[in-house]
């Protein structure tokens, strides 16, 4: 898979994406990830790639020549499967959607910043608008960071243990069960007896128990 994300700040990109399992499905060539710095396709002298907006109001827009620029550039060396734009008024994201998307072969994922982007690259050049949740951040890039994070783990042999990303809270619709490692005792705070046991029917079973009341406690709209 490979994920294009477009940004006007691709410093705030970078140490997320060169660290532990996006290093490593990068290293391992499971998924190519290029961030693309907005302010090279700009042609003026200060590489001016927002401006204020028509009839007035707070912030500033991204303007949509350098960003058309890009993504034409893009799209002139292979085909794209959908170009996503992160944007708080998008469509929320969830797990389905990050299985859906983690099948793709290219993505491009375009990151707001300010107060927005130009109207006109909304409706000319993106596919797809993303929202990770109702509040608003800064800009698009944590977001773009968030979906290439639960896309890229789904790619088989990014997470060692096979069966890692399928048993995560979500994938069946139940949040996961609570997990332990050693100590057995730490600090009176024990283990619990099943655990411990090897009988893999009864952890099984526990698992299935402790999901399911911990998905009725936190989250009943999932059952
Ligand atoms: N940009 C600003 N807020 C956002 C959000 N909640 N989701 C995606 N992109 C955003």
């Not at 396709?41 to 200060?46: I, M, R, S, V």
């Not at 708080?88 to 990050?98: L, N, P, S, T, V």
């Not at 399911?212 to 406690?217: I, L, P, V």
Request: with cysteine; charged share 30%; hydrophobic share 35%.
């Amino acid at each position: 898979m490979r994920i294009d994300i477009i940004s006007g700040v691709p410093q705030l990109l970078k140490y997320p994406l060169s660290e532990s399992i996006l290093k490593r499905a990068q290293q391992k060539q499971l998924a190519e990830i290029i961030v693309h710095d907005l302010r090279t396709f700009a042609h003026d002298k200060h590489k001016i790639i927002d401006l204020p907006p028509y009839g007035g109001g707070a912030g500033m827009i991204l303007k949509p020549e350098p960003i058309f620029e890009c993504v034409e550039k893009l799209q002139s060396e292979r085909s794209y499967d959908e170009i996503i734009y992160v944007t708080a008024d998008g469509e929320r994201f969830d797990q389905k959607m990050a299985n859906t998307l983690s099948l793709k072969k290219n993505l491009i994922i375009l990151c707001g910043h300010y107060k927005g982007i130009d109207q006109r690259v909304r409706e000319a050049l993106i596919t797809k608008e993303i929202s990770i949740g109702d509040y608003v951040l800064t800009g698009g890039e944590l977001a773009a960071m968030v979906i290439t994070d639960a896309l890229v783990r789904l790619i088989p042999g990014v997470i060692g243990d096979g069966e890692s990303a399928l048993t995560d809270s979500f994938q069946d619709g139940l949040l996961d069960a609570p997990s332990y490692t050693r100590p057995e005792d730490f600090r009176g705070m024990k283990v619990p007896e099943v655990l411990l046991g090897g009988n893999h029917k009864e952890v099984s079973k526990w698992k299935d128990q402790q999901r399911r009341s911990k998905t009725g406690e936190r989250r009943k709209d999932m059952l």
